[in-house]
């Protein structure tokens, strides 16, 4: 059924994703809701209700769903009855199924490989001797991955030859974790699939990203890839939108090894940081279509109008002796600035993000990143 405004929709989740979610909902003339554990979340401002609760409250998920038409995510970390418990009132796109797969990065790789798609060779450890024999087979370089929770790095920890298994295993908290073999990489790609219910499906161009500290500290849209990697990383994405009979948009996060094979890294059934750009580069941004596709709106159109690149600001900024100068940064042409509206700034948490358009992608970043420079 195609769900139209003035209707609500609920988003679990009220952080910046959910924010930017919530605005693009609005200027289609929806209402909006939130659930977040936090009655002061970045969201707040730009809804019309926040219900303050756990990620696994059923009760509150209920409310969620009784009052929306439908109930998208910005989060993937929901429990799974309250996700089971919002299904009974209003359409949960993408549904518990697809967030099965993805909320245990074990099962996420297990389901990967049986769809015959590439990832890196893994091993799936839960105790310290398990890490350690992984390192034998696998090779001393290791990423360890918790496989429930982390986020941006964190309930990860990257293992270098001679380090100890223990001492590792305990940094990860002494649980169930993904053992991912130390890849040299081309590159770090991602690409953003839509879906709707009715079927329709949109692909957007490859984003290039670089990581600093296992964070994304940049990216940009289009990256300037071979037809055959660009070929490639579409039909991953329809697969696996296909597969999982997506109700919304999936991240896939890529690996561009040197001999130019992909290989899957993570997915992300939500709207991605590497994807921010789109509200520059393309005249649908991933927040506009994440609307349209758990709405089962006709999606928009995804071909860049122009290369448009971000840089992520963080919490550090904000801890120095003067505030950040955003007039100086404004000053850079063809740059936008992006705050969440986040309170209590801290090291590594994301405040923002500086966006901006370019002649080309390499230009567009060059930008972004003097302006955060003079930040």
Known sequence: ????????????????????????ARSLGFGVQVLDPDPDC??????????AASFDDADAATELARTSQVVTLEIEHIGAAALEAAQQHAPVRPGPAVLHVVQDR????????????????????????ALGEATRRLGPVLFVKACEGGY????????????????????????????????????????????????????????????????????FTPGDLSPEVTNEAERIALHIADALKLEGIMAVELFLLHDG???????????????????????????????RAVC??????????????????????WLGAAPPRFERALSV??????????????????????AAIGGTAQQALERA???????
């Open 333 to 354: 042409d063809g740059t936008r600035l992006f705050l969440y509206g986040k309170g209590g700034a801290r090291a590594g948490r994301k405040m923002g993000h500086i």
């Open 106 to 129: 074990a099962r996420q790789k297990h389901w990967l490989a049986s769809q015959g798609l590439p990832v890196g060779p893994y091993a799936v450890i839960d105790s310290a001797a």
């Open 152 to 219: 941006d790095g964190r309930g990860q920890v990257r293992m270098a030859p001679g380090d100890d298994p223990a001492v590792a295993f305990s940094a990860i908290g002494s649980r169930r974790a993904v053992a991912e073999q130390g890849l040299s990489l081309a590159m770090e790609l991602s690409v953003l699939v839509a879906r709707r219910a009715s079927g329709e499906t949109r692909v957007y161009p490859l984003s290039v990203n670089h990581h600093e500290r296992q964070v994304l500290a940049w990216s």
């Open 261 to 291: 094979r992909l290989l899957v890294n993570e997915l992300a059934p939500r709207p991605h940081n590497s994807f921010h750009a789109t509200e520059l580069a393309c005249p649908t941004s991933q927040f506009e279509q994440l609307v």
């Open 296 to 317: 089962d709106l006709p999606l928009g159109a995804v071909a860049p109008v122009r290369p448009a690149a971000i840089v992520n600001l963080f919490g550090d900024l």
């Open 369 to 375: 990143q003097r302006a955060a420079s003079l930040l």
């Open 1 to 24: 059924m195609v769900i139209v405004p003035p209707a609500t929709i609920g988003i679990l989740g009220g952080g910046q994703l959910g924010r930017m979610t919530a605005l693009a």
């Open 42 to 51: 970045a969201a707040r401002p730009v809804v019309d209700r926040v219900i």
